[in-house]
T-cell receptor, first 111, second 114 residues
Framework: AQRVTQPEKLLSVFKGAPVELKCNYS??????LFWYVQYSRQRLQLLLR??SRESIKGFTADLNKGETSFHLKKPFAQEEDSAMYYC?????????????FGQGTTLQVKP | SQTIHQWPATLVQPVGSPLSLECTVE??????LYWYRQAAGRGLQLLFY??????ISSEVPQNLSASRPQDRQFILSSKKLLLSDSGFYLC???FGTGNTGELFFGEGSRLTVL
């Protein structure tokens, strides 16, 4: 079965420290991968997607096919980065747009 | 741009009572629609999705059902709630095509079954 695994429920860092939120996926060729974020009292929203190879709010994520990982990184965490982060991938190969999400990681950035 | 409305925002219901959560979408037509549940320690679980009016696919066997009476309306229901139905329910709509499409989420409905 296709899976997305986020091994850490909670990641707590100090402001200015580097951040790495881990995500591993079950192998299935070259999947499309996403990171979604949910800030306090806001909707769950797309942060970035693998195919765009972009940096959003200082975050980047590189697909490592050898390790089947898509870790989210930021060199210097800010307090406003505190949120719940979900890694996701498409469910199956159909065109339904379904996404499988990981369990989520809460990032807590302390002042 | 797409906007998704969900209501009610919070709901406290006794075991055995019925449930109806509603989701409506603005700013798009013929969207794919999804119901997800966010339960503590279990991440986001896809419950149902719909590619059109009256077309519902269930992802997991459960006590819930979904209906799509109109193009931009998606309803999550139950005839008799269980304690395990408690959770945060999110409605989503897809923007774009293929498997690279972004999902837009509603603000969610928090259900507590007592």
């Amino acid at each position: 079965a296709q899976r997305v695994t986020q091994p850490e429920k909670l990641l707590s860092v100090f402001k200015g420290a580097p951040v790495e939120l881990k995500c591993n996926y079950s192998y299935s060729g070259s999947p499309e991968l996403f990171w979604y974020v949910q800030y306090s009292r806001q909707r769950l929203q797309l942060l970035l997607r693998h195919i765009s190879r972009e940096s959003i709010k200082g975050f980047t994520a590189d697909l490592n096919k050898g390790e089947t990982s898509f870790h989210l990184k930021k060199p210097f965490a800010q307090e406003e980065d505190s949120a719940m982060y979900y890694c996701a991938r498409p469910h199956g190969s159909s065109n339904t747009g379904k996404l499988i999400f990981g369990q989520g990681t809460t990032l807590q950035v302390k002042p | 741009s797409q906007t998704i409305h969900q209501w009610p925002a919070t709901l406290v219901q006794p075991v055995g009572s019925p449930l109806s959560l509603e989701c409506t979408v603005e700013g798009t037509s013929n969207p794919n629609l999804y119901w997800y549940r966010q339960a503590a320690g279990r991440g986001l679980q896809l419950l149902f999705y719909s590619v059109g009016i009256g077309q519902i696919s269930s992802e997991v066997p459960q006590n819930l059902s979904a209906s799509r009476p109109q193009d931009r309306q998606f309803i999550l229901s139950s005839k008799k709630l269980l304690l395990s139905d408690s959770g945060f329910y999110l409605c989503a709509s897809r923007f774009g095509t293929g498997n690279t499409g972004e999902l837009f989420f509603g603000e969610g409905s928090r259900l507590t079954v007592l």
